[in-house]
Structures are given as structure tokens and as C-alpha cells.
């Protein structure tokens, strides 16, 4: 009888975890947030999950990290469910910018001066202004709320650390609100936009978090375990092309090509992917390479894909 592929990974992943896991000594972890410098250099784990909810765990899968840029994928899908299409994109477009993930260059250089997609800080921060609620306080409640469900995790919570460290020092991105602001971008006080943005960046999860988050996304915005309907496929589907176009920063056509996934990695070195249909997959890394991607996450996920022919191309 032939083995299945979740029992061939289920045999193949340590393995590929400690070799890619050599690659970490040929990184850097982030330090412009202080408290990511803390992060383990050498830790690589991966965590897989079908609709099934068969899993697959190899290497370092039960570090918690926070989220960092992957929250923006859930942030703007949550904007969408507020606001509806127009309502989002009025304010944030729909291209990648080939600039840095926290440049603020285009701004002021292309009219009319909103940021150019969802998932760069300028348009993760716009997208903060649109979360509803009352106040700062409510509108991170409903984020936490939203991540928690999509995670099947009631205990998910903020890394108090991270977050006072990135609002202590985010003198970039305050700027960069301040700019949106002045632009008609942002709605409210800029200090409360901040304060939601900081917050859903701190937000810290394990590699099954991920895979739960990216196994909705995988099936069209509905849990295939419980049946439940999340997220409208809409919405879905124009997050899966962010991810696709801009999620894994100025390495997305590169990544494009060998991995052929959505997917969207954040500055701790996490990764959330997915192959359609069929799996949900988190993964961390904290060494990144000079795009600011997980190095050894890329590398494995490139092996998983080549092997298993996942490309969607
Ligand atoms: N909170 C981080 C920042 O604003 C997120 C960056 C990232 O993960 O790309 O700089």
C-alpha cells in the first residue's frame, strides 16, 4: 500500500528541519524592535494540518513568537468584513511596491498618496483605522476575538514585551502615520491607530496557531474541521492574492517561483502558507535572510513544495 503524503511528511520533516536548520547560522534575527533580538537564532519548526485535521510537527514547533506582519492578512480581511471592498480600497491599493515593507517614499511621490497595498506598514496602519469599534481598546478586542477564532485558540494573547518595545521605538512608522494622516488616510487620532497596529503585531502564537489560521484560508474561509463558515471567499480571495502579489516582502516573485504559494512572513521569522484545498501550514524561523524572510523557512518550504509538486503555477 502506498503511503499517503501526510505520512511521507510525517517521516520526511525532521529530517529536512535539521538540515535547513544549518542555513540559520547564514541569517540575522530583527533588533530594530529590541525585544525580537532575543529570539533564537537557531530554532526552525514547522507545524501542517489537512481537513482532516491530520498534523504533522517537526523541529522547533512549539516556540511562540508574535505575529508581526502575517497579522496584516487577518487585520485586512477583518477591515473588508467592516467596510466592504470600496470601503477598504478607497484608502489602501492594490500593487506591490518593490520599495521596503516600512518605506514611506511613495507616499508622497505617486498621487493620491495612499499606501500601494495592505501588507506594507503604511497600509497595515490604514487598515488599523478601519477596524470598527468605539475606541482603540474595542477595536483591538475585536482582533484578538477574530484571531482567536480563526485559530481555534482562546488563550491567544499579546506579548506584552514585543509591544512595548516596538511602540517605545517605532519612530518610522509614527512618522508614516503622521503622513497618512495628513493625507486624509487615516480616520481618528494617530495615536490610537498606532496602538491597534502595535497591538495586532504583538499578538503571539506557535506554528499550530498559523496552520489553523491558514487552514480557513485554504478552504475558502470555512474551518473543514468544525464546518464553520469564518470568512466570506471574497474576502478570502483577495487576501490570498496579497499574499500572493506582496506577502513575503521584495522576495515575492522570487518566491513565487520556487515555492508557487500564497503565504505572508513577518519580521520574527514566522510564515503562515497554504496549499489550497488541502493544507495549513505555520512555520518559524528567526534568522532572516537579507529580504527579511525566514532564511531556513524559505529553504524548507522550497524543498516541500519542489517534492510535492504544490505550485499553483
Ligand atoms: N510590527 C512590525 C513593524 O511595523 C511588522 C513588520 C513586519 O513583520 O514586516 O515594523
Same mark, same amino acid.
Given at each position: 500500500? #502506498?503511503?499517503?503524503?501526510?505520512?511521507?511528511?510525517?517521516?520526511?520533516?525532521?529530517?529536512?528541519? /535539521?538540515?535547513?536548520?544549518?542555513?540559520?547560522?547564514?541569517?540575522?534575527?530583527?533588533?530594530?524592535?529590541?525585544?525580537?533580538?532575543?529570539?533564537?537564532?537557531?530554532?526552525?519548526?514547522?507545524?501542517? $494540518?489537512?481537513? %482532516?485535521?491530520?498534523?504533522?510537527?517537526? !523541529?522547533?514547533? @512549539?516556540?511562540?513568537?508574535?505575529?508581526?506582519?502575517?497579522?496584516?492578512?487577518?487585520?485586512?480581511?477583518?477591515?473588508?468584513?467592516?467596510?466592504?471592498?470600496?470601503?477598504?480600497?478607497?484608502?489602501?491599493?492594490?500593487?506591490?511596491?518593490?520599495?521596503?515593507?516600512? #518605506?514611506?517614499?511613495?507616499?508622497?511621490?505617486?498621487?493620491?498618496?495612499?499606501?500601494?497595498?495592505?501588507?506594507?506598514?503604511?497600509?497595515?496602519?490604514?487598515?488599523?483605522?478601519? $477596524?470598527?469599534?468605539?475606541?482603540?481598546?474595542?477595536?483591538?478586542?475585536?482582533?484578538?476575538?477574530?484571531?482567536?477564532?480563526?485559530?481555534?485558540?482562546?488563550?491567544?494573547?499579546?506579548?506584552?514585551?514585543?509591544?512595548?518595545?516596538?511602540?517605545?521605538?517605532?519612530?518610522?512608522?509614527?512618522?508614516?502615520?503622521?503622513?497618512?494622516?495628513?493625507?486624509?488616510?487615516?480616520?481618528?487620532?494617530? @495615536?490610537?491607530?498606532?496602538?491597534?497596529?502595535?497591538?495586532?503585531?504583538?499578538?503571539?502564537?506557535?506554528?499550530?496557531?498559523?496552520?489553523?489560521?491558514?487552514?480557513?484560508?485554504?478552504?475558502?474561509?470555512?474551518?473543514?474541521?468544525?464546518? /464553520? @463558515?469564518?470568512?466570506?471567499?471574497?474576502?478570502? %480571495?483577495?487576501?490570498?492574492?496579497?499574499?500572493?502579489?506582496?506577502?513575503?516582502?521584495?522576495?515575492? !516573485?522570487?518566491?513565487? $517561483?520556487?515555492?508557487?504559494?500564497?503565504?505572508?512572513?513577518? +519580521?520574527?521569522?514566522?510564515?503562515?502558507?497554504?496549499?489550497?484545498?488541502?493544507?495549513?501550514?505555520?512555520? +518559524?524561523?528567526?534568522?532572516?535572510?537579507?529580504?527579511?524572510?525566514?532564511?531556513?523557512?524559505?529553504?524548507?518550504? /522550497? %524543498?516541500?513544495?519542489?517534492?510535492?509538486?504544490?505550485?499553483?503555477?
Amino acid at each position: 500500500m #502506498s503511503l499517503t503524503e501526510i505520512q511521507r511528511l510525517q517521516t520526511l520533516l525532521p529530517t529536512w528541519v /535539521e538540515t535547513n536548520r544549518l542555513l540559520c547560522a547564514n541569517g540575522k534575527v530583527a533588533s530594530y524592535i529590541p525585544e525580537l533580538a532575543k529570539s533564537p537564532i537557531d530554532a526552525l519548526g514547522i507545524h501542517l $494540518i489537512n481537513a %482532516q485535521g491530520n498534523s504533522v510537527s517537526a !523541529g522547533n514547533s @512549539e516556540l511562540t513568537f508574535t505575529m508581526q506582519s502575517i497579522s496584516k492578512v487577518f487585520t485586512l480581511i477583518l477591515a473588508l468584513m467592516d467596510n466592504g471592498e470600496s470601503g477598504v480600497f478607497d484608502k489602501v491599493g492594490m500593487e506591490p511596491t518593490g520599495d521596503n515593507f516600512n #518605506s514611506m517614499l511613495k507616499l508622497e511621490l505617486v498621487q493620491p498618496g495612499i499606501p500601494f497595498n495592505p501588507l506594507i506598514n503604511a497600509g497595515a496602519i490604514a487598515i488599523s483605522s478601519l $477596524i470598527a469599534g468605539e475606541s482603540p481598546t474595542e477595536k483591538s478586542r475585536r482582533v484578538l476575538e477574530f484571531f482567536r477564532l480563526l485559530s481555534n485558540n482562546r488563550s491567544l494573547d499579546y506579548d506584552l514585551d514585543v509591544y512595548r518595545s516596538e511602540s517605545d521605538t517605532a519612530n518610522l512608522n509614527r512618522s508614516m502615520a503622521y503622513f497618512l494622516k495628513d493625507n486624509g488616510v487615516l480616520e481618528g487620532a494617530v @495615536e490610537d491607530v498606532l496602538d491597534v497596529y502595535f497591538r495586532h503585531c504583538s499578538i503571539c502564537v506557535t506554528c499550530t496557531d498559523l496552520a489553523q489560521m491558514a487552514l480557513v484560508l485554504a478552504h475558502n474561509g470555512t474551518n473543514p474541521i468544525t464546518g /464553520e @463558515e469564518l470568512i466570506p471567499r471574497r474576502y478570502v %480571495q483577495i487576501a490570498k492574492t496579497f499574499m500572493t502579489t506582496c506577502g513575503m516582502y521584495n522576495a515575492s !516573485g522570487e518566491f513565487a $517561483i520556487q515555492v508557487g504559494l500564497p503565504a505572508k512572513s513577518g +519580521v520574527s521569522g514566522g510564515i503562515l502558507t497554504l496549499v489550497p484545498g488541502r493544507y495549513g501550514i505555520g512555520l +518559524v524561523g528567526p534568522s532572516l535572510n537579507r529580504k527579511g524572510n525566514s532564511i531556513a523557512g524559505v529553504a524548507l518550504l /522550497e %524543498q516541500m513544495s519542489q517534492t510535492f509538486d504544490w505550485s499553483l503555477f
